[in-house]
């Protein structure tokens, strides 16, 4: 009884009491140790390949890699970390409300989500992943563009070419948004990925795809190794 009310004493205070570990002790504290820096195992690996892929896909392709649904950033970091890899420089644009997710609509249906705000991250997170994951402070000064509010009013007021869309965006109104705002602006040749297309949590994402691209001849492909993520090529 004594140990539950200190450690709730030390969490009002704002600190956490966890068990040491002693084979984390050893790593030394500087190295590359950050909490904001993604995890790697078996499925984000795979993610990882399929954003190189799709980077390698776009090499020649001309115009600006475009995110709806920033999150925390880590699609941010991969996507410059791999055009740098591939040898092409490019400018992130990342949109998000940065206040969480809006109310879902009834096409959602039921969906792992908390409500309104849920999920919410400020711009400054990202901005922390970037500089943790290694990014030169030049390119994040210089290439990376963060939008923060709602979809319908950040989306129009983007005017450049894109050669990668990721939509990243969880929800019927904000997939179908994103895509009759920005498919007009990729560049043929240029690609589309989807996070959540064919998954069963989100329902209302596969809802607004194939609504999108059901009068279209270009349709949503799954990636060779990473299965369950899918894109289109614009023709």
Not at 3 to 13: D, E
Request: charged share 30%; aromatic share 12%; glycine share 8%.
């Amino acid at each position: 009884m004594l140990k539950k009310i200190m450690k709730q004493t030390f969490h009002r205070l704002g600190y956490n009491i966890t068990r040491r570990d002693p084979l984390e002790e050893s790593i030394p504290a500087d190295y590359n140790h950050s909490p904001f820096l993604p995890r790697v195992y078996r499925g984000a690996l795979h993610r990882m390949l399929y954003f190189k892929d799709m980077v390698e896909r776009v090499r020649d392709v001309e115009g600006d890699i475009v995110e709806c649904g920033v999150s925390i950033g880590h699609g941010a970091l991969m996507f410059q970390l791999l055009s740098e890899y591939v040898g092409v420089e490019r400018t992130y644009h990342g949109f998000d409300s940065f206040e969480g997710f809006p109310a879902p609509v009834d096409k959602d249906e039921k969906t792992p989500i908390t409500g309104k705000g849920f999920w919410a991250n400020p711009p400054e997170t990202v901005l922390r992943v970037l500089k943790d994951g290694r990014l030169p402070e030049d390119v994040i000064q210089n290439r990376i563009r963060l939008y923060k509010g709602w979809f319908d009013n950040t989306l129009p007021n983007y005017e450049g070419k894109i050669a990668l869309l990721h939509l990243d965006c969880d929800l019927y109104e904000s997939y179908k948004l994103a895509l009759e705002t920005l498919y007009s602006k990729v560049t043929p040749g240029g690609v589309v990925m989807f996070d959540e297309y064919g998954d069963n949590r989100w329902p209302g994402a596969t809802k607004a795809i194939d609504e999108f691209f059901r009068d279209k001849s270009e349709k949503p492909q799954s990636h060779a190794k990473c299965t369950w993520k899918y894109f289109v090529v614009r023709p």
